[in-house]
């Protein structure tokens, strides 16, 4: 079983890797953009190479994407056999206090974000500014042309997703339009 593509911060996660026996030792490193990363070192058993990232080691993952690499020994020189990325997703785990959970995509956030600064364009506003310093678009001098077409991209992505999102819970293909006439 391959490391998988989502993974929840606050899981146990665990996978192997069916490399040729003859390694020495085989370690899977985690890193994201941010100064954060972690290791699992395999366990040769039957054949193949398990490992296990703890659910303590994962709470400490920031929800984002991340990348793994994975470094086989066979002798003395370390050889590069996987890479990947993949995305930790933030835990839902209620922990007593009261914190917003956002779990809507980068592009529903934008989508939301333009269309208040088109409302405040409309009632008046010369200047808006759409999303953070970490984050988002910046505009200075908004122009209500721009904003109607990043609106309009945006609405495309969150349809695209909302597809993908049918189809990977079993709502149909992706492919097909069904309408319903009253």
């Known amino acids: 079983m391959a490391f998988p593509s989502e993974i929840r911060a606050g899981d146990a996660i665990?996978?192997?890797?069916?490399?040729?026996?003859?390694?020495?030792?085989?370690?899977?490193?985690?890193?994201?953009?941010?100064?954060?990363?972690?290791?699992?070192?395999?366990?040769l058993t039957q054949g193949k190479w398990a490992f296990t990232l703890s659910a303590t080691t994962t709470a400490a993952f920031t929800p984002g994407q991340?990348?793994?690499?994975?470094?086989?020994?066979?002798?003395?020189?370390?050889?590069?056999?996987?890479?990947?990325?993949?995305?930790?997703?933030?835990?839902?785990?209620?922990?007593?206090?009261?914190?917003a959970v956002d779990l809507r995509s980068q592009a529903s956030i934008d989508l939301e974000a333009v269309e208040a600064a088109i409302?405040?364009?409309?009632?008046?506003?010369q200047e808006y500014r759409i999303g953070t310093p970490t984050g988002g678009?910046?505009?200075?001098?908004?122009?209500?042309?721009?904003?109607i077409q990043w609106r309009d991209l945006l609405k495309a992505d969150v349809a695209r997703e909302k597809i993908a999102e049918n189809v990977a819970n079993g709502k149909g293909d992706g492919r097909s339009l069904y309408i319903r006439f009253h």
């Open 14 to 43: 665990e996978w192997t890797d069916e490399l040729a026996p003859t390694a020495t030792s085989y370690i899977y490193y985690f890193r994201t953009n941010a100064a954060s990363g972690a290791t699992s070192s395999g366990t």
């Open 66 to 99: 991340w990348f793994y690499q994975s470094i086989s020994t066979p002798a003395t020189t370390p050889l590069t056999e996987r890479t990947g990325g993949f995305t930790v997703l933030p835990s839902l785990v209620y922990s007593g206090s009261a914190t």
């Open 137 to 147: 678009r910046m505009v200075k001098r908004a122009d209500l042309a721009q904003l």
């Open 119 to 125: 409302r405040a364009l409309v009632s008046g506003a």
